[in-house]
T-cell receptor, first 114, second 116 residues
Framework: GAGVSQSPSNKVTEKGKDVELRCDPI?????LYWYRQSLGQGLEFLIYFQGNSAPDKSGLPSDRFSAERTGGSVSTLTIQRTQQEDSAVYLC????????????FGPGTRLTVT | AQSVAQPEDQVNVAEGNPLTVKCTYSVSGNPYLFWYVQYPNRGLQFLLKYITGDNLVKGSYGFEAEFNKSQTSFHLKKPSALVSDSALYFC??????????????FGSGTRLLVRP
């Protein structure tokens, strides 16, 4: 079946601009995660959505970052007033409900802030 | 706090030889452990997981990993390496006791290079 999809695959933006990154999870997966992969920083958790529960936003690095998940499916990660340190690969993952289930990752969006 | 350590930035092995990629963790209680692989310009692919039961778990592409509670380790192994195994490997842990989310805590990654 179809995996997790993300768009765009690459995004180059100027410092100070806003960007939106999209994630389409695997159909039927109720949990959705955003992670960031930076050079020298490894993979870091950003935000988690589970069904209709309040999202876990504990990993968002600043208030310039926000995310929504509409209708329990598609998610959008928004970065306002981008900075050069926001340059990274943003990965989305989805899974079935429950802690024992593995997460399936999308191909990522490579964001470059110039 | 939970953490994962991958002590080797890179592992080099000849094709046909056994390989080991090391991972140690620090989690209170019983951890859930995962291995993922990342090929160039691709997302992470799930390889295997340990939740409970047998300490030796088998996964995709002939990989296996051994959970050792006393050493808090979860090393990834393969009896005979292939050139196509060359990639970036991530170990991850999830504390099942956390109520707020089931986020993964990742190690820094180990680059595996299999030479012909």
């Amino acid at each position: 079946g179809a995996g997790v999809s993300q768009s765009p695959s690459n995004k180059v933006t100027e410092k100070g601009k806003d960007v939106e990154l999209r994630c389409d999870p695997i159909s039927g997966h109720t949990a959705l995660y955003w992670y960031r992969q930076s050079l020298g920083q490894g993979l870091e958790f950003l935000i988690y959505f589970q069904g209709n529960s309040a999202p876990d936003k504990s990993g968002l690095p600043s208030d310039r970052f926000s995310a929504e998940r509409t209708g329990g499916s598609v998610s959008t990660l928004t970065i306002q007033r981008t900075q050069q340190e926001d340059s990274a690969v943003y990965l989305c993952a989805s899974s079935s409900r429950g802690s024992s289930y593995e997460q399936y990752f999308g191909p990522g969006t490579r964001l470059t802030v110039t | 706090a939970q953490s994962v350590a991958q002590p080797e930035d890179q592992v080099n092995v000849a094709e046909g030889n056994p390989l080991t990629v090391k991972c140690t963790y620090s989690v209170s209680g019983n951890p859930y452990l995962f291995w993922y692989v990342q090929y160039p310009n691709r997302g992470l692919q799930f390889l295997l997981k340990y939740i409970t039961g047998d300490n030796l778990v088998k996964g995709s592409y002939g990989f296996e990993a051994e959970f050792n509670k006393s050493q808090t380790s979860f090393h990834l192994k393969k009896p005979s390496a292939l050139v196509s195994d060359s990639a970036l490997y991530f170990c991850a842990v999830r504390d099942p006791r956390m109520d707020s989310s089931y986020k993964l805590i990742f190690g820094s990654g180990t680059r595996l290079l299999v030479r012909p």
